[in-house]
Every structure is written in structure tokens, then in C-alpha cells.
């Protein structure tokens, strides 16, 4: 396909501008010479090449509207389109973020019964809704923790994060001024319990964990961590990006988990990639409530209302008050399946990633053979050792047979990692198909290895240099 630039034609435009009825008055004349650019080398083309150009572009953009989209650990899921529909309203999407109270009612309701929903659903006091992701949420989380521990007049240093935690959780850490300590997991992929214990210490705030963790296993000793984290006086943080696993099911509160952040893009339907749409509520036990962000929503009889005195807050952590047409795709959800809803959702996705396991156990080596959550993660160290073909090949492979390939390489405690994240909304045919798709390649690899090391073979763009293109990105853009 080519390039635009290679479909210029000079003097051809894509638009046309009437006459005008006013005097022309040079650009020159109004914007200051230094600040023109007249080196932009834009393509001139027609408007129906141009529409042509971007239409073919865009069938090549894959997508959960498209076919399976097997991401783990980001629940790329098929989202309802009432969701989309009812965030899409003109009462949502023309009011402006400082709109008066008086006309902002209906938002302010859906805000404040969104804040209530997730409390009853995860156990806890109260959230927070303005961050605006889930790492943003993470950093928000550590804030509060970290205001905590101020007020009481306690400098803790540390913060312990599972080696099977998401990758952010460290990053969120050491931005608010920890010092990041790696709890290592036991052989069944759960925290060491041992080697959790003797690195709690007074001087630790609290532990990050993951659950379901990025195994997809979902930490069994979770009470006797929470007995060891709070016997120090520490906090226990929550990655509640894998809800999706046990919504409805069972709530983290119930736990012992003091603090939550979840992934409204991931567990509660929006169509997320790319960089956004997000939103990351968190979720604080009682205690912790006056610590987190301003403004909140508040009720007096039957009007709804900023309220900004709160002494004790983090503050704000965003513009405005974070992604409101994320929330109300979330707000959709919740009330469209309810309780019973929200729970059968949980256990279909579980009840996928077991039935893909399953399937695949005897063709890919599963590192910790036990039940699985929302996700199963395979290696590739039997193809490796076999053929030579590695993770990264089987991925490209799968493109040939017109799949997304599934997250790679991650988590790092599993060489060769498959991370397969099937979720709820699959039928057991696209499970079938895909997961025949993947035995087919497992046996391409033993009999026909070359294959499968060159692929793709039937994309657009064949397989690329992976180090050239990292260490040598070319992003400059028009004729050279």
C-alpha cells in the first residue's frame, strides 16, 4: 500500500473554501513572520484518495469488534454498546466540567451512587474517582498510604511488591519516595510467605500485592498475609486491575485489604488501548477516607454538591474531577447486570481461562499447574528447547491466522511467558478455534520450525528487525 506522500500530486486539494466576501488580509500581517513555518511538506491529493487512503488504513487496525483479542493481564473484553450509547447522551457530553451545581444534578448523581456501587462490590469505606487510570490510581493509593503514615508521625521507608505484582506498582511506589523491596512467590505462585514475614519490618509501609496475580492465581494465603502486614502496622494495597476475576464473587475488604485501585477501561466496560479512555477509582478502608482526593460529591437531602474541606486530604490529582464519560459507562454496566450479573461475568471468565488451560496444557508447558483465574499463563521453553522457535515466533505465527497474539514475555518470573486472557465475553467456538489455532502452531513448530521462524507471512508488513527498530526508530515523517 502506499504512502499519502507517494499519492501527492501537485496542485490537487481535498477541500474547497468559497470566495471571500471580506477583504483578504495576509497572514503576515497578523501572525508574526518567526512563528510561520514554510517548510510543511503536506501531501495534495483529492479528497475521495484521501477517504480511500484512511478507509483501507483503518480495516487493518485490529480490534475486540474485529475478533478475539486475547491480551492477559488487560481484559480486552467486548463492551455492550448501550454503554456507549448512553455516555454518548447530550446531557453527558455537552455539560461542561464547571457547569453550576444546579444544572449538573444528573452527573453528580451518577457520580455519587458509582462511588457507592464500587464500595459495596469491593468492601470498601469509600472511593475516590478522579484519577484518571490504573497506574494513576496506583500512585493516588501510595499518596494516601504515605499521608497516613505522616499523620501518625512515622517515617517508613519501604515498600514491598511481589515479584508476580503489575509492572507500575513500583514505579508508583518510588515516585512518592519509597524504596521498592521484591517479595519473592513460592512454588505454587503465591507470596512466600517466609520471605514475606522477614522482610516486614517497622519500617515498611505496607505491601503492594496483585490478586489475582499476574500469574493469574489468585493468592490463596491471602489472610495470613494481611495478619502479617497488619501485625507490623503496615498497609495492605490491593492491584484491583484483575477484578474482573472475582467481581461479585468476593470482596476485597473482606480480606483485609486497607486500599484498592480498580480499572473502570477493564472490569467495567470501556473500549481502552492505546493510551486511554481510563479510569481508576480507588478504595480506602474507614480510617483512611479523609485522606483522599478533593473535590467529593456530596448529598444534602435530595441535592447533590462539591464539598472541598476536607483538612486532611492528598488533594487533587487531576483536572476537573477525572474521566466522567468513563464513569458513566461503568455506572451502565453495573445497573444493566446487577449484582447476579456482575458475579456470572466473574465466573464465566474464570470458567474460560480454565477451559483454555485445559486445551493447551498437553502442547505448552504451564509453569504453575493449579486453577486459574481470569488468565493462564503458558511458556515456551518446550518449542525452544525442541525446534529453536521461541515465544515471540508463535506470536507472529498467530497473525497469520488472523489473531491478535496474546501478551509475551510477561510476567518476567515465567521464561517465555503466553499470557492468555480469554474473559467473559468469548463463546466456547472462538475459544475452540483459537485454541486449535494454537495447537496447529504447536506442531508446526516440531514439524516445520523454519515456518514458523519467519513469520507472518500474509501481513501487511512482514517480520521486522525488533532491535534495529528499538534502537533505531525512524519517526520522522514526509518526502525524504
Not at 485490529?62 to 483479542?69: P, S, T
Request: proline share 6%.
Amino acid at each position: 500500500m502506499e504512502l499519502i506522500f507517494e499519492k501527492s500530486r501537485p496542485g490537487r486539494i481535498a477541500t474547497g473554501i468559497p470566495k471571500l466576501d471580506v477583504p483578504e488580509v495576509a497572514v503576515t500581517d497578523i501572525i508574526n513572520k518567526s512563528l510561520l513555518r514554510d517548510d510543511v511538506d503536506l501531501p495534495e491529493v483529492a479528497e475521495v484518495d484521501l477517504i480511500r487512503h484512511y478507509t483501507q488504513l483503518s480495516k487493518r487496525n485490529f480490534g475486540v469488534d474485529v475478533g478475539f483479542y486475547p491480551l492477559g493481564s488487560c481484559t480486552m473484553k467486548y463492551n455492550p454498546k448501550i454503554n456507549e450509547e448512553v455516555s454518548r447522551l447530550p446531557g453527558f457530553t455537552s455539560l461542561h466540567p464547571y457547569s453550576p451545581v444546579k444544572f449538573s444534578q444528573g452527573s453528580l448523581q451518577i457520580m455519587y451512587e458509582l462511588r457507592q456501587y464500587l464500595s459495596e462490590i469491593f468492601g470498601m469505606a469509600d472511593f475516590a474517582l478522579q484519577p484518571a487510570a490504573g497506574a494513576h490510581g496506583e500512585l493516588t493509593g501510595v499518596m494516601v498510604i504515605k499521608k497516613y503514615f505522616e499523620r501518625k508521625g512515622q517515617k517508613r521507608s519501604k515498600m514491598l511488591i511481589p515479584d508476580t505484582a503489575h509492572g507500575t506498582n513500583p514505579a508508583s511506589s518510588a515516585l512518592c519516595g519509597y524504596h521498592v523491596v521484591t517479595v519473592r512467590s513460592n512454588a505454587e505462585g503465591g507470596v512466600d510467605i517466609g520471605h514475606l514475614r522477614e522482610l516486614m519490618t517497622k519500617d515498611v509501609a505496607g505491601l503492594m500485592i496483585t490478586n489475582p496475580n499476574t500469574l493469574g492465581l489468585f493468592e490463596r494465603n491471602i489472610e495470613q498475609v494481611s495478619e502479617i502486614v497488619h501485625r507490623r502496622g503496615g498497609i495492605l494495597y490491593c492491584d484491583g486491575a484483575n477484578a474482573n476475576a472475582f467481581m461479585g464473587v468476593t470482596k476485597p475488604g473482606d480480606l483485609g485489604i486497607d486500599v484498592i485501585q480498580l480499572n473502570l477501561h477493564k472490569t467495567f466496560s470501556t473500549p481502552h488501548g492505546c493510551g486511554g479512555p481510563g479510569s481508576g477509582p480507588v478504595g480506602v478502608r474507614k480510617d483512611l477516607v479523609r485522606y483522599l482526593p478533593v473535590p467529593r460529591v456530596i448529598k444534602k437531602g435530595r441535592r447533590y454538591d462539591w464539598k472541598y474541606d476536607f483538612p486532611d486530604s492528598i488533594g487533587r490529582v487531576r483536572a476537573f474531577y477525572g474521566n466522567f464519560n468513563v464513569m458513566v459507562k461503568a455506572y451502565t454496566y453495573i445497573r444493566s447486570l446487577g449484582p447476579d450479573g456482575l458475579k456470572k461475568a466473574s465466573k464465566t471468565a474464570v470458567l474460560n481461562a480454565n477451559y483454555v488451560k485445559e486445551r493447551l496444557r498437553a502442547y505448552y508447558d504451564l509453569p504453575y499447574d493449579r486453577i486459574c483465574m481470569h488468565e493462564c499463563v503458558f511458556s515456551g521453553k518446550r518449542q525452544v528447547k525442541e525446534s529453536g522457535v521461541h515465544t515471540s515466533d508463535i506470536a507472529k505465527r498467530l497473525l497469520d491466522y488472523g489473531y491478535h497474539p496474546p501478551t509475551i514475555y510477561f510476567p518476567l518470573i515465567v521464561p517465555e511467558a503466553i499470557m492468555i486472557e480469554p474473559n467473559e465475553t468469548e463463546s466456547k467456538e472462538t475459544l475452540d478455534a483459537f485454541c486449535d489455532t494454537m495447537i496447529a502452531i504447536a506442531r508446526e513448530a516440531k514439524e516445520n520450525p523454519d515456518l514458523v521462524k519467519s513469520a507472518p507471512l500474509t501481513t501487511a508488513v512482514r517480520r521486522l528487525d525488533d532491535v534495529k527498530a528499538a534502537r533505531e526508530p525512524d519517526v520522522c515523517w514526509g518526502k525524504a
